[in-house]
């Protein structure tokens, strides 16, 4: 099993940029695809990101490409997001989890951090 932990979030302005992290204990970080995940109120969940294993393929949702970037360190045992040009429909609690399959199908990923939240005023 391993245990994940969003921080990062916070309160922003349109425009601005926030950077989020992953840290993960537990089972060897490196085994998982990694991914990032969105859920805004009254809304269902929403794909963001994801990366591989070795960092080398990442994926992105329609409406965060080109202004976020997945990133990892597996030395670290740490994922990031990087997000530029924020929006306030990125408004979301932001949740990052473990996969063994690369791609976008949340069913497909396992082990879930609590979230963290990203609130971008107009």
């Known amino acids: 099993q391993v245990q994940l932990a969003e921080s990062g979030g916070g309160l922003v302005q349109a425009g601005d940029s926030l950077k989020l992290s992953c840290a993960a204990s537990g089972r060897t970080f490196r085994s998982y695809v990694m991914g990032w995940f969105r859920q805004a109120p009254g809304k269902e969940r929403e794909f963001v990101a994801a990366?591989?294993?070795?960092?080398?393929?990442?994926y992105y949702g329609n409406s965060v490409k080109d202004r976020f970037t997945v990133s990892r360190d597996n030395s670290k045992n740490t994922m990031w997001l990087q997000m530029n040009s924020l929006k306030p429909e990125d408004t979301a609690i932001y949740y990052c989890?473990?996969?063994?399959?690369?791609?976008?199908?949340?069913?497909?990923?396992?082990?879930w951090g609590q979230g963290t939240q990203v609130t971008v005023s107009s």
């Open positions: 989890a473990t996969s063994w399959f690369e791609g976008s199908d949340e069913r497909r990923y396992e082990f």
């Open positions: 990366i591989s294993r070795d960092g080398d393929r990442t």
